[in-house]
């Protein structure tokens, strides 16, 4: 009962107090079930707020062969990460670090999968916070501006991080970092959230109404 | 259940790429925005650490008049601010704009209080967010932080041009001179105790010497406090133990002054800092203290005795190396932040007394005139515009005289004296005038009855040639003599104006030709060749159809006055167009002037002599979309204009 209670208080709060963790991982491969995590990085938010000096890195030692197109994406080679720790060592401290913010991040679940399946193996509760995905979060907005954009913007190959950066005037730069895409997440958020109570989306529940991955 | 959460970002490797890349993007920002490019790197490193980002998106307010004081210093990353301010019983206006670099929020959370200004994005705008407590250690630290941030705090020059039209610049010959005399001279001996003294003794000390300032040394005998009447003031009120040593109770006292520096900038940082006594610092070491009664007896009634020195000069040899001195004076108040209304003021104020004196010694050597006379300025020097280069332009009326023989005697007398104090002006700095609109040539030295012959022809008979000829005159100012001369001159035009409003159609038609720069799809229109090739003239483009049009509206309703800010202050009860448009006029007007003055000043600092092209290559983003907007409004106004005095315009 007093569980509900505060999780029914929380889902009230609104989009520019509540806190957030916006989170990017780097993978040897994209197959959740087989491939590892060689980096991931995170940083806060508070309402709209980035807060810069919260940001958190990690290079993990996957123990296994990471694959070669996913180190032409990450530029993270086997050499660069053998003296790292494990990701036993390090997960922990990622679900310290995250709490009981919401998560934020593109295409988010598929980063949980990752450690979920990880946190599992070693023992641990896996990351049950709610997870928010910017992408999801894109595609409502472009359908609420009026139904001709969900028609021209809503092909895949449009959703990708980047393309998504370009269009709001988030500043990038080409290759991908777990942190950098975390902070270009974040910016990315920043400014979703900035547009969202127009639309109607107050509460951290409108927020998952629209955007939980 | 929650986890055990380690404090974010504590066992993180210090030379990790990746992690230091967010923030490394943050230091470098601050690396190469002022204030923060004089911290060290270990403190700009924890400053960046300790910073947030938040996105404001166009229109939205970040701050708000009367509102809670500012949290933070925000610092602009990317786009723009306007600031606003609403005075009683007033609309919003804004009174300045900030882009990429530029901070704000620093004044109301160092007072506190509430906010004073409103701040709105004018563009999609990302800020970093320096939070108070962190700022706060920032200035205490950091006293050079401090002091760029306060600069914003106090518009000073404007203050003190106030103060000065308040007094009417009466001085005396016996004032020392506030911009000339360096502040180690007036410094007094200081009275130092250490700061281990106890709080009734070093009274007991400030007692016995008659001060109301002690100045507190640390165990090596370094300056470290002031103790002054407020401080003991709040022991008392605090019933404060008389026996706790007197450091605990100082102030530290950041402000100094080097001895070589003048009075002028000393009472500068006095006013900006709201303090009444500052330490003189020379050769590193403590030379003495000035408070802001000796400054006030150095100024005496006049703030800006830079005129005593002029008025003691006998020749106009001595009169040109203090001219000389003009144009540092117009960079510092330009450097001080100086409203472009102000900078001018005192520039005009300075150079009346310059011609006055000029006039003087004229008089001096061609004795007592036959008949009275007027000595006129016009153009910019008579709507009290100048800026650096300012080109003579002015004029003698005499009284009219009753025979041939007391015509020629004028004739022959007003001559000589204009050739005189024309070449004069040309010798202290001031350019003679290319079109020749000056006292020493005979078409401009003429009786009053001549002088109501041309407006008479002017307004009566309006050529367009002689139109365009005639605009400067009426801007005419007296500056010496017999004023009512000027004054029956100006009511009989405007009597000749009421009469015939055709004139102003040729004026109107005259003035919008000269439109400002802005192509069709909103770029700069630039010369296409010659020496200012992609240059264009601001004064040409920009000042002149303001000045033109505020001018007409002004003749149009009566308004007798000749600058362009008093003009547009007193139309707006009388006229449409100001009435509607009065803020953004008076606000493009102030932009576009101050701009010129800048970029004047940048020319003579690199060399070269002030001139009135501008490339819009070496504006900032946020110029150039100021100047855009300002010629915007020109060419609106022009637009009404041509509406209005269709039926005129021929």
Redesign the interface.
């Known amino acids: 009962m007093l569980f509900f209670q505060r999780k029914d208080k929380s889902l009230l709060q609104a989009i520019e107090d509540a806190e957030y963790t916006v989170l990017d991982t780097e993978t040897t491969g994209i197959d959740p079930q087989k491939d590892s995590i060689v980096s991931f990085g995170a940083v806060k938010m508070k309402g709209g707020r980035i807060d810069i000096g919260s940001s958190i890195y990690r290079l993990i030692n996957p123990s296994r062969g990471i694959n070669h197109s996913s180190i032409v994406i990450h530029g993270i080679t086997p050499s660069d990460v053998a003296e790292e720790p494990l990701i036993d060592a390090v997960l922990p401290e990622l679900a310290g670090y995250c709490g009981n913010n919401l998560i934020i991040g593109h295409f988010i679940s598929l980063d949980l999968k990752f450690i979920n399946r990880e946190l599992k193996r070693i023992g641990r509760t896996p990351l049950k916070n709610h997870l928010v995905d910017t992408c999801r979060i894109y595609e409502w907005l472009k359908s609420n501006e009026g139904s001709f954009s969900r028609h021209y913007s809503g092909r895949r190959d449009d959703l990708d991080l980047f393309s998504l950066a370009r269009e709001y005037d988030v500043p990038f730069a080409e290759g991908h970092n777990a942190l950098g895409d975390a902070f270009i997440t974040a910016q990315l958020f920043q400014k979703f959230l900035s547009r969202l109570p127009g639309s109607g989306v107050k509460t951290v529940q409108d927020l998952l109404r629209i955007g939980k991955a | 259940?929650?986890?055990?959460?380690?404090p974010?970002?504590k066992?993180?490797e210090q030379g990790?790429p990746?992690?230091i890349?967010?923030?490394e993007e943050?230091i470098n920002f601050l690396k190469n925005n002022p204030p923060f490019h004089l911290l060290e790197e270990p403190v700009l490193k924890d400053v960046?650490?300790?910073?947030?980002?938040?996105?404001?998106?166009r229109g939205?307010v970040i701050l708000k008049q009367d509102g809670p004081p500012s949290e933070a210093v925000r610092i602009i990353k990317k786009g723009s601010v306007k600031i606003l301010m609403r005075t009683e019983g007033e609309m919003d206006s804004v009174i300045d704009f900030r882009g990429e670099g530029d901070s704000f929020g620093f004044v109301s959370l160092v007072a506190g209080d509430r906010q004073k200004t409103t701040v709105i994005a004018a563009d999609?705008s990302?800020c970093?967010?320096l939070g108070r407590d962190r700022a706060l250690r920032l200035i205490e630290a950091n006293p050079a932080v401090a002091e760029f941030f306060m600069s914003h705090l106090t518009r000073f020059v404007d203050r003190t041009f106030e103060e000065m039209r308040g007094r009417r610049l009466s001085y005396s010959g016996t004032d020392r001179l506030l911009f000339t005399t360096p502040a180690g001279d007036i410094a007094k001996e200081v009275i130092t105790v250490s700061e281990d003294t106890t709080i009734q003794e070093a009274a007991r000390v400030m007692t016995a010497h008659s001060i109301s300032s002690l100045i507190i040394l640390n165990g090596s005998n370094v300056p470290a406090g002031i103790v002054t009447d407020r401080d003991l003031r709040k022991v008392v009120a605090n019933a404060r133990s008389l026996t706790e040593p007197v450091k605990y109770i100082m102030s530290i006292s950041l402000i100094r002054v080097d001895a070589g520096d003048s009075c002028f900038e000393a009472i500068m940082k006095m006013i900006r800092y709201n303090i009444h006594h500052m330490l003189v610092i020379k050769d590193g070491e403590l030379k003495g203290i000035i408070t802001n009664h000796d400054l006030l007896l150095l100024q005496g009634t006049s703030p800006l005795s830079f005129v005593t020195d002029i008025e003691k000069q006998k020749t106009v040899e001595g009169l040109a190396p203090v001219c000389a001195k003009m144009n540092n004076i117009i960079g510092l108040l330009i450097q001080e932040g100086a409203k472009a209304g102000s900078v001018t003021g005192i520039i005009t104020e300075i150079n009346d007394r310059l011609l006055k004196k000029v006039i003087e010694i004229a008089e001096e050597e061609f004795g007592h005139p036959p008949v009275p006379y007027c000595f006129i300025v016009f153009g910019s020097e008579g709507r009290k515009e100048q800026t650096f280069k300012t080109d003579q332009d002015n004029a003698v009326i005499y009284a009219d005289t009753s025979s041939a023989v007391a015509k020629e005697e004028a004739k022959r007398y007003f001559g000589a004296l204009t050739v005189f104090i024309n070449d004069s002006l040309a010798q202290t700095g001031f350019p003679s005038c290319p079109a020749d609109f000056m006292a020493n040539n005979p078409k401009w030295c003429q009786p009053l009855g001549s002088w109501k012959d041309y407006f008479e022809k002017w307004i009566t008979r309006p050529m367009p040639d002689a139109v365009l000829k005639s605009l400067i005159f009426f801007d005419m100012r007296p500056v010496y003599g017999k004023f009512s001369l000027c004054d029956e001159l100006r009511s009989f035009y405007f009597q000749l104006l009421a009469k015939n409003k055709i004139f102003l159609g040729h004026m109107a038609n005259m003035i919008v030709r000269n439109s400002p720069p802005i192509g069709f799809f909103k770029s700069f229109v630039v010369e296409k060749s010659g020496e200012h090739k992609n240059e264009f003239d601001l004064k040409l483009r920009g000042v002149m159809p303001l000045n033109d049009i505020v001018r007409l509206f002004a003749l149009e309703s009566g308004v007798k006055l000749t600058t362009t800010l008093d003009r547009i202050s007193a139309l707006k009860a009388r006229h449409p167009v100001v009435r509607e448009y009065h803020d953004e006029i008076v606000h493009v007007f102030e932009l576009i002037m101050m701009l010129r003055m800048h970029c004047q000043y940048e020319q003579i600092k690199e060399g070269r002599s002030p001139g009135n092209f501008i490339n819009p290559d070496r504006l900032s983003n946020l110029e150039k979309k100021s100047v855009r907007e300002a010629f915007h409004l020109i060419s609106k106004l022009q637009g009404m204009v041509v509406e209005m005095y269709k039926p005129l315009i021929v």
């Open positions: 259940m929650p986890l055990t959460i380690n974010p970002g066992k993180i990790d990746a992690r890349m967010i923030l943050a960046a650490r300790s910073l947030s980002m938040e996105f404001y998106p939205s999609d990302v970093y967010i």
